[in-house]
């Protein structure tokens, strides 16, 4: 029962998850890291202070069940596959997979938290065969709005080229900024969208593009003027959602004007939203992961060394 073990630490949460290949299972711990009241996120300092702090309960209480051997580990080293992309809160989980990997006498394999973001969202759409094709992605987060072509590599598993990406804010930025505003705890994501559940408008919001990119500034601007208009918080959490997912449905349409007919795959915080998801399904070929795989995750980094040991899933 070979198993593989993914670690992740975004600016955002303390993931670690085990992959077991002869089952297809995938048993997975995380913590987000603690943020105070009225802001919006931590500085790098802070955040890899916190994961030093969770990273040993996250492991604790992942291998409290489990007995098995670790044949690989995986890990996120970077935001990006691409030059200069660096975040310190990601030497935690490298520092502590290169340890095990030298304790344990095991091959670690390191990529970037956005490719553990989409073989996680193949995984939990269990579209994983695509990772031998090509298609289209969507790393939707507190600080990626990227639409992603994503061809099979040898060394990367999953190259990804940007094919469209936020030139000002990000969306997950636009929800928390919004939510922070109406007094919601950061990340606010989850208690955005129970509020916006709450709200009986319409919107129809007409997005900022330049080609295949987008402008997402305007979104806090705009609910900063409702709040300052005394509108209803379920109202400006409804506005804030529906123009995320207009932004989402202009950048799908138009990467899919130039590559007809490729799988869209939706991964990141964001994409966890049921508004967003049930609108996009409506009208593409998409796929989305289940919100324990949408938001900050360690599966994909587990798939990840599953394959480098073994090749193709």
């Given at each position: 029962m070979?198993?593989?073990l ?14 077991n ?12 890291l ?8 931590l500085r ?5 202070f916190?994961h ?18 670790v ?7 970077r ?12 030497t935690?989980?490298?520092g ?35 990772i031998?094709e090509?298609?289209?992605?969507f ?13 099979p ?33 950061f990340p606010?994501?989850?208690e ?12 129809n919001v ?22 300052d ?37 939706y ?34 980094t ?7 040991e073994?090749?193709?899933?």
């Amino acid at each position: 029962m070979p198993l593989y073990l993914g670690i992740d630490t975004s600016n955002y949460t303390t993931s670690a998850a085990v992959y077991n290949s002869d089952t297809g299972e995938i048993i997975q711990e995380k913590l987000l890291l603690p943020v105070k009241n009225g802001e919006l996120g931590l500085r790098q300092s802070d955040a890899v202070f916190h994961h030093t702090q969770q990273l040993p309960v996250v492991i604790g209480r992942l291998f409290s069940g489990i007995n098995k051997e670790v044949a690989a580990v995986g890990v996120s080293t970077r935001p990006r596959n691409a030059d200069g992309s660096y975040m310190p809160c990601f030497t935690c989980g490298e520092g502590l997979a290169d340890s095990l990997s030298a304790i344990i006498k095991k091959p670690v394999y390191k990529t970037s938290h956005q490719v553990g973001h989409v073989l996680a969202a193949l995984y939990s759409a269990d579209k994983t065969g695509l990772i031998n094709e090509r298609f289209i992605a969507f790393h939707v987060s507190g600080g990626t709005t990227d639409c992603l072509l994503i061809e099979p590599d040898k060394d990367e598993v999953i190259k990804a080229s940007e094919l469209g990406t936020s030139l000002d804010l990000k969306a997950g930025q636009a929800v928390d900024r919004a939510g922070v505003m109406l007094g919601l705890k950061f990340p606010c994501g989850k208690e955005l969208e129970k509020l916006a559940e709450k709200s009986t408008k319409s919107y129809n919001v007409k997005p900022v593009m330049k080609g295949r990119s987008c402008c997402l500034s305007g979104i806090e601007n705009q609910c900063r003027k409702m709040l300052d208009n005394k509108a209803e918080p379920c109202d400006i959490a409804k506005f804030c959602i529906t123009s995320v997912y207009a932004v989402v449905r202009a950048m799908t349409a138009a990467a899919l004007s130039e590559y007809k007919g490729l799988p869209v795959v939706y991964a990141g915080g964001v994409m966890s939203n049921r508004f967003i998801r049930e609108n996009i399904c409506r009208e593409f070929n998409a796929f989305f992961a289940e919100p324990e795989f949408s938001c900050d995750n360690a599966a994909g980094t587990a798939i990840f060394a599953a394959v480098k040991e073994n090749g193709l899933l």
